[in-house]
């Protein structure tokens, strides 16, 4: 079959070490060797067609196999690819493509135990959807190779990273110079550990559609009072963002969890909004303030006059959509 053919043959070309360093040249060089891979012999017009008619896991390990095979593998137009990067334990690269919703392909770094058996595949049906895995080997830098297949991914397919999950402050780096602008960012703990890293994250990536934060390892006294910008943000400990902060942004969707913003300042935020000079934006606001958990029922009847104090209310008319006026 032409995918486990080419398979086979990329595995005995990479000698079990992926996307090193010098994988551009290696693979040039053994490229022409006694080993060379016959399908590169064609005519071109045979080859393009061929190469047409590949699945996306074929086209990137037949793209791999040498500069030519990767240079004649960017002259088709290909759809353009939905890529996610996920760097946590297990390094993930995620493929999707909206022309074929029911497919998805995913690229695992694993190291779970020494095998000669890396790369290997294998498609999983799981309802509508089917799942093709190509499983490569983590030589204890699979984030840096990650970082490498996903440019090479992304110049064959002509197509941006679109998510980025990631717990290593490295792949943030990367991408701010690789592709700052991005629809969808995640960053768990233990990323963001100084002020000079979120700073940079927010003043250097474009997150045009949701920006997740878990958490910042930074002074519990730090406060931020500049913009978060990205259409949509959720922060799980928020402690850190500010009135300021939420007042002067341009966010549609805000979600605090464990927030310190007191309900004065959630009164504000409601004011402004109503007075149409800020927060034009906003369709959704969720705060939570872990303080209300011990509260008594007398604090409850007193955090909700402080929180709708002066504010100009309507009536439901149990209509429980988006609220078309205010």
């Known amino acids: 079959m032409k995918f486990n053919e080419l398979l086979a043959f990329w595995q005995v070309k990479s000698q079990h070490q992926l996307l090193s360093s010098k994988v551009e040249n290696k693979f040039e060089k053994e490229s022409e060797s006694k080993h060379g891979f016959p399908l ?40 353009s690819l939905n890529i996610l990067l996920q760097a ?59 970082k490498q297949m996903a440019e090479h991914i992304c110049e064959v397919f002509r197509s941006p990273i679109s998510s980025i999950y990631t717990s290593e402050d490295s792949l943030i780096e990367w991408l701010i110079k690789f592709q700052p602008t991005i629809r969808y960012v995640s960053i768990r703990k233990n990323v ?27 002074d519990e006294n730090f406060q931020y009072s500049g913009p978060i910008p990205s259409r949509s943000i959720t922060i799980n400990d928020s402690s850190w963002v500010t009135l300021p902060s939420i007042i002067n942004g341009n966010n549609s969707v805000i979600r605090l969890f464990g927030s310190k913003l007191t309900p004065t300042d959630i009164n504000t935020i ?6 149409g000079t800020k927060l034009q934006n906003l369709e959704y606001l969720e705060i939570n303030t872990p303080a209300i958990d011990a509260f008594t029922r007398q604090d409850v009847d007193n955090y909700t006059v402080e929180l709708l104090k002066d504010l100009r209310l309507t009536e439901s008319d149990g209509n429980e959509g988006r609220p078309m006026e205010v």
């Open 40 to 79: 590169l012999n064609l005519p071109r017009v045979v080859l393009l067609e061929f190469i047409e008619n590949l699945d996306v896991l074929e086209i990137i390990v037949l793209s791999l196999l040498s500069k030519r095979a990767k240079a004649i593998a960017k002259l088709v137009r290909w759809n």
């Open 88 to 146: 946590n334990s297990k390094p993930v690269i995620q493929l999707k493509c909206s022309m074929d919703p029911g497919r998805i392909w995913k690229m695992v770094y694993e190291k779970k135990e020494a095998s000669s058996g890396y790369p290997y595949f294998k498609s999983i049906l799981a309802g509508p959807r089917v799942f093709y895995r190509l499983t490569l080997r983590d030589h204890e830098n699979a984030t840096e190779d990650l």
């Open 192 to 218: 963001v550990t100084s002020v000079e890293t979120l700073d940079r994250i927010l003043n250097n990536l474009k997150v045009t559609e949701h920006f997740w934060l878990e958490s910042i390892t930074i």
């Open 270 to 275: 409601f004011k402004e909004w109503q007075m």
